[in-house]
């Protein structure tokens, strides 16, 4: 009861002494100077007087964020004689007037005072409630049918002691109850169906598919499967092929294509929930939280661009490669793991993570691995790699404009600086894909948070990213490593094994984004982060319901915090679908009279383009509810 009673105190008095600490807000007021006053004697008594921001509304009347709202500070600016008015300024109290619009505190910090004061109140709210909760906790202690019916709560709530495998499809003699798994799903389902219908509705780029579609329209098939060039995707061409020349007309094409992101999206959140398959309210939570660090990872986030279908085919067909290694081995399961293979890596050289994936799983001793299908899977690896580097002799050292700390450097820029040896800058760019995924921080190379924070001006929803981050990263890690320590190297469990992969996927990831660092780069590796999340977290879930009380309370404020931290960023998955969608529609309209200019010698493109004109223009593209500033603050996506 001490606790609680601390717990509450201190909640009570964080909220004032932030605000001390951080010190007023300031307030915009009008101040109207003589017209004697030169510039220099303005700016001077601007710095003096703390009269931030400036704006000249009419004549000599200015608009000022007033920094420093003491009694002082204000009585001085009443009596400066180069002062001839205030607007906003209670003058007989030297105060300010109370309809004043206040500003940000700005008075100690410069741009951290509203950030100071918003976490500690969120500190005193979090106290404040775990007080209140170690309160009732040792109340109900006293009492014998409280103390047994939280007993049978804990018993409910724990998992499955046995580390067993986890099937997308029940044994024949399994009479386990579906009902958590249906919840889940049903939960899920408002997200998936808002996020398909965006991404059906959203019109296609013109900066990227006409492009492509002009590239399917000309070349022939075998064009595509040449290695002498950079970007290399097969499969992903000729299925654009096979759309567009037997779709029947433009719009069953980009139907087709559109389908060719949102099916993925489907089926990989309903393989996740399938695969995980919750059996307990317990079970159901730690899914739901997967299902969220799914869809909000930047991975997942970067990949839903129409039309650009190459790492989100790959990302369900991992998963279900997962699942059919640790199923009992069939002679099919071999066969069937190599061509989901070469379609991943025909898409895009990402699929190429399914190689490691497989030889760990055979040196883990998953049930459906052996060690002819890991050769195989190698033998793949490497014969794709020998094919890919015999035409890659022309290749420029950087194909993408690559990001080298807190800039941006175009890719003849970085090929002038780093040409010569760009093997350092290789390694910095697949160690931040690598970093991305596990700490939201740099993207595409740059380290835009981190100077958002040394310059003092954070958003609220790029701490929200970092801190949630590597929040679930470090749980991952707890978890993860705990699993390997409690196995020996011939007798792996399926979670030490699932821990060992993914760290293994998150290297390929790193090593097959040298070239450049892009967020989607990383979408292989996210399927498994989020796999992972939901075994860490029904693990710490499960090892607080037999913990103390007051470790209880406040480990569980810290998940729960977490939770909704990545809920938060899956929202905002929502908010970019859309975002990029009206994007789209405003490069229609602003860039397609440039480029009928600067196309004009590529007639087929050209007549795709104005063939796409009505889709890419369409009023329907825009129309969404536009939130409020301070909610995109908070959540991000745009």
Not at 97 to 107: F, G, H, I, S, Y
Not at 157 to 167: G, H, K, M, Y
Request: charged residues 15%; positive net charge.
């Amino acid at each position: 009861m001490w606790t609680a009673l601390a717990s509450v105190m201190l909640a009570a008095a964080l909220p004032p002494a932030g605000r001390a600490l951080a010190g007023p807000q300031g307030a915009t007021i009008h101040v109207r100077w003589r017209p004697s006053v030169t510039e220099s004697e303005r700016r001077s008594i601007e710095a003096r007087l703390r009269l931030a921001e400036g704006e000249r509304l009419d004549g000599s009347t200015w608009r000022y964020d007033l920094i420093d709202v003491s009694s002082d500070n204000i009585l001085a600016l009443i009596i400066e004689p180069a002062v001839a008015d205030t607007h906003n300024i209670d003058r007989p109290n030297n105060a300010l007037d109370p309809r004043a619009n206040r500003t940000a505190r700005r008075q100690r910090f410069q741009a951290l005072g509203d950030l100071m004061v918003a976490i500690v109140d969120g500190l005193a709210i979090a106290l404040a409630a775990i007080g209140a909760l170690l309160a009732l906790i040792g109340v109900t202690q006293r009492m014998p049918r409280a103390q047994a019916l939280w007993s049978r709560a804990r018993k409910a709530l724990q998992p499955p002691t046995e580390d067993a495998l986890i099937r997308v499809a029940a044994d024949p003699g399994d009479d386990r109850p579906y009902f958590w798994t249906a919840a889940v799903l049903m939960i899920s389902a408002p997200f998936v169906v808002i996020l398909c219908v965006t991404l059906w509705q959203s019109p296609v780029s013109i900066t990227e598919v006409v492009a492509l579609l002009e590239d399917v329209a000309e070349r022939p098939l075998g064009r595509f499967f040449s290695p002498n060039t950079a970007f290399y995707r097969p499969l992903f061409h000729i299925t654009l092929s096979a759309f567009w020349h037997n779709a029947g007309s433009l719009d069953a094409t980009l139907a087709w294509i559109k389908l060719l992101t949102i099916v993925p999206v489907v089926l990989l959140v309903v393989l996740l929930t399938c695969y995980l398959r919750p059996r307990t309210a317990l079970d159901a939570a730690a899914a739901t939280v997967a299902v969220a660090v799914l869809v909000g990872s930047a991975g997942f986030r970067d990949n839903l661009e129409i039309g650009l279908v190459y790492t989100i085919v790959g990302m369900p067909i991992a998963l279900i490669v997962w699942i059919v290694l640790n199923l009992e081995r069939r002679i099919w399961q071999t066969p069937l793991i190599v061509v989901l293979t070469l379609v991943a890596i025909g898409f895009k050289e990402q699929g190429l993570t399914l190689v490691p994936l497989v030889i760990v799983a055979w040196w883990t001793r998953a049930p459906g691995a052996s060690r002819g299908m890991a050769a195989t899977l190698g033998a793949v690896g490497l014969a794709y790699v020998a094919f890919r580097l015999a035409g890659g002799a022309s290749w420029e050292p950087f194909q993408q404009d690559v990001g080298l700390g807190f800039t941006e450097i175009n890719k003849q820029a970085a090929a002038a600086r780093f040409g010569a040896f760009p093997y350092w800058m290789y390694a910095y760019n697949g160690a931040s894909t690598l970093a991305n995924i596990l700490f939201s921080e740099p993207t595409r190379g740059t380290f835009r948070i981190v100077q958002a924070m040394i310059g003092g001006e954070p958003e609220p929803w790029q701490i929200l990213y970092v801190g949630s981050s590597v929040g679930m990263t470090s749980l991952i890690a707890w978890w993860g490593i705990r699993s390997v320590r409690r196995t020996t190297a011939s007798q792996r469990s399926m979670q030490a094994r699932l821990f060992i992969a993914l760290v293994l996927v998150l290297l390929a990831s790193g090593a097959l984004s040298f070239n450049y660092s892009r967020d989607r780069l990383g979408g292989m590796a996210v399927v498994f982060y989020a796999v992972a999340a939901y075994f860490a977290v029904r693990e710490a879930v499960a090892r607080l319901l037999v913990a103390s009380p007051a470790r209880l309370v406040v480990a569980g404020v810290g998940l729960a915090l977490l939770a909704v931290a990545w809920q938060t960023r899956a929202i905002a998955t929502l908010e970019y679908a859309r975002t990029q969608a009206e994007r789209n529609q405003q490069e229609w309209l602003v860039l397609l009279p440039v480029r009928r200019i600067d196309f004009a010698h590529r007639p087929v493109y050209v007549n795709i383009m104005e063939s796409m004109v009505e889709q890419g223009t369409a009023p329907k593209a825009s129309r969404r509810r536009r939130l409020p500033d301070r909610v995109y603050r908070t959540i991000g996506g745009r």
